[in-house]
């Protein structure tokens, strides 16, 4: 198997080869070194911080809690893989991005190149907006190392007084991390905020100093509960976040120019480990390069406009909750509105026949339409419940001040369960009808959230059909202790029945192959990394199944291994929006059956956290969804194949070029031309 770590640093090499694509527009060029960026500095504040923290371990520890990791020799391999793929960052940004940028009249400016009206300017910006926001402080041999910030940025500026440094952070937070320039050509011309302070440093030391180097720190964003099991652990949740940027540092990225007797200084100011330093170049935080502008408002430096499509049966339906009592539907994220889903629930809430909502949140956008809609059932005295999951690491706060406004309404909210995870996505409507209480659910692959809607690839569908609303009944009454185990024989449900069905339904397809039947498997999900399923996948292989899989990310599974994995391709598809998805599909001896859940075939969703996985009943949805998965499959032009030695190549098979996300969204908008185009 392929360690956890390593394969994620596959993934974001696939980021790196996004940023380094010269079919890729300019600008979404930029947003790919932002997304690497932020990426890896998440991979260092969680993953690394583990790392560190098994290698203070003792080995005997460590094989009692059966954690089969060397962490310092893949330290010293993350280390190497980083190391490269920053040089390769460096190369594409100097060398590829702002060339490309100055062909179209955009020049970034280092403070050294300003013209005399730049150096003007960039002195009145220094004492209009910064110099209120800046403090140097000045440190000498007997003083203490100042905090830094959690991500922030700070010069380190060797002094010309003997054994003297300056420590100046850079106010990203309170300005603009790029800065219009003003010119007497026609092109336009930016600076980093970093570089008018540069070139203000003289001003606000008011002493020569010998040179200025930027550096960046982050620490560990675990949250350590010492016991999640007695107590209010939501209480704990919240004093764990206060301490989150406090954390100890696991990457502190300088500018590589610093000289040696400095970079000494700083270790040893700031208890660094080797292992702690990572060199960069004159700039760090390239997520910010999210915000970079574009002064020319040329729309081809960015990929074509795919705005939300709409549904060809909900569009314009006044009332969702009576067709859902005739058919199912189904939305595709982003390619379809997120609309329908707070209508849904406003119709929900405005419907005097429905009595219950209950919605498990996992992640909740700061801005929430969603829990809107939930707050106005209870002005209108129905009965909420929501299962809200504190522990979603990075949302933690939005979650349990969202909790909190339900809770002042009325609402009945349940927090995290000690030692286990909620996240599977569910909605359910309970509605008195003529034959009595009738459930309509909403069973999702993603977030209830509008804003990661427009970004993330997901699948969600909505039902009034009894085989599988009932049983979403049942795990919301598992969620609110009303019983141990769900009974449930359509859903599986972890961490009670999923891996055990899963594995059934390999053992399936295992035994069709030895009986000289068509036998094969398509799964796509986010990652794979459990151990157990990808044994059961290699046994599969040598037993004659063909399975293609679709991992946008972790992905510890081999493929193409003689004697191994002979039968097993996987790609990784890697384009404008992100992948999301996860949807499992099962030759069956003929009688093909499919099934989307919000749970990847990871130990965690399998065993640690309650999911859900639904089959697709409806034979429309079927198809549909059917054909996104092979358009997905048939991808030449994004997709990555993932093999052994991690070469992240890319697959170029077929006449025709595909690809998936555009081919996608024309196969949808195709189904509401006659919409679009009125």
């Known amino acids: 198997m392929v360690k956890r770590d390593i394969t994620w640093l596959s993934f974001n090499h696939r980021v790196l080869q996004e940023a380094k694509d010269k079919s890729v527009p300019l600008y979404e060029r930029i947003k790919f070194l932002a997304i690497y960026s932020s990426n890896l500095d998440e991979f260092y504040r969680v993953r690394v911080a583990s790392l560190r ?23 010293k391999q993350i280390r190497k893989i980083v190391e490269e793929q920053q040089e390769a960052f460096g190369q594409i940004f100097r060398e590829e991005v702002l060339p490309e940028l100055e062909s179209h009249h955009i020049f970034l400016v280092k403070d050294v190149d300003f013209t005399e ?7 009145k910006f220094f004492f209009e907006k910064i110099y209120p926001n800046v403090h140097p402080v000045f440190l000498g041999l007997e003083d203490e190392a100042p905090f830094l910030k959690n991500r922030g940025l700070y010069f380190f500026i060797e002094m010309e007084e003997p054994e003297q440094v300056a420590v100046v952070e850079i106010p990203s937070d309170e300005l603009p991390r790029f800065v219009a320039l003003p010119s007497d050509t026609s092109g336009h011309y930016l600076t980093f905020l970093d570089d008018i302070l540069r070139y203000n440093l003289d001003e606000l ?4 100093f010998l040179g200025a180097y930027a550096v960046k720190l982050s620490r560990d964003a675990e949250l350590y509960i010492d016991d999640e099991y007695s107590g209010d652990l939501l209480d704990k949740l919240k004093n764990s976040l206060a301490k989150r940027n406090i954390g100890l540092p696991t990457r502190f990225l300088y500018d590589a120019s610093m000289p040696d007797s400095l970079l000494k200084r700083l270790r040893e100011l700031f208890g660094l480990s080797r292992d702690d330093l990572i060199p960069g170049a004159r700039y760090h935080n390239f997520n910010d390069f999210f915000g970079f502008p574009n002064p020319t408002g040329d729309a081809r430096l960015h990929d074509p406009p795919m705005p939300p499509l709409p549904h060809p049966e909900l569009e314009g339906l006044e009332k969702i909750l009576p067709f859902l009592n005739r058919k199912d539907a189904m939305l595709h994220f982003p390619y379809q509105k997120y609309d329908y889903v707070p209508q849904l629930i406003d119709e929900a809430a405005n419907d005097p026949l429905v009595k219950s909502i209950k919605i498990t949140l996992y992640r909740v956008a700061s801005k929430s339409a969603i829990v809107d809609s939930l707050l106005k059932a209870r002005e209108n005295g129905k009965q909420v419940t929501a299962f809200i999951e504190a522990k979603a690491r990075f949302d933690e706060e939005s979650n349990i001040y969202w909790g909190g406004q339900l809770e002042k309404a009325g609402a009945l909210v349940f927090y995290s369960y000690p030692g286990i995870k909620v996240h599977t996505k569910l909605l359910l409507i309970q509605r008195e009808e003529t034959e009595g209480l009738s459930n309509y659910a909403y069973l999702g692959t993603g977030n209830f959230n509008e804003k990661t809607a427009k970004l993330y690839c997901d699948h969600a569908l909505l039902t009034g059909d009894k085989r599988l609303t009932d049983e979403v009944a049942q795990i919301f009454m598992l969620l609110e202790k009303k019983v141990l185990i769900p009974k449930c024989r359509h859903l599986f449900v972890s961490p009670f ?4 069905r899963f594995v059934g339904l390999v053992e399936q397809e295992m035994e069709h192959a030895r009986n000289g039947k068509e036998a094969y498997l398509i799964l796509k999900m986010n990652s794979l990394e459990d151990p157990g399923m990808i044994e059961k996948l290699y046994e599969a292989s040598n037993a004659g199944v063909k399975i293609q899989l679709i991992i946008r990310g972790i992905c510890c599974l081999a493929p193409g291994v003689e004697g191994r994995s002979e039968n097993i391709e996987a790609i990784s598809i890697l384009d404008h929006f992100l992948e999301h998805a996860r949807v499992y599909i099962f030759g069956n001896g003929g009688q093909e059956v499919m099934y989307t859940a919000s749970a990847d075939w990871m130990s965690r969703n399998l065993d640690r956290r309650v999911e859900a996985v639904m089959p697709i009943l409806d034979e429309q949805i079927y198809k549909e969804l059917r054909h996104i998965i092979t358009l997905q499959l048939s991808d030449n032009t994004k997709a990555r ?11 170029r098979e077929g006449e025709q070029p595909v690809r998936a996300q555009w081919d996608i969204y024309q196969f949808l908008r195709e189904k509401v031309k006659h919409l679009v185009e009125k």
């Open 53 to 75: 923290s098994f290698k203070d371990l003792k080995k005997k520890d460590r094989r009692k809690l059966e954690l089969e990791v060397k962490p310092k020799k893949e330290l």
């Open 205 to 208: 030391l008011g002493k020569p």
């Open 641 to 651: 194949r993932i093999d052994a030695e991690q070469s992240n190549a890319y697959k």
């Open 117 to 123: 009206a730049q150096q003007a300017f960039a002195r």
């Open 497 to 500: 029945t999923t891996r055990d």
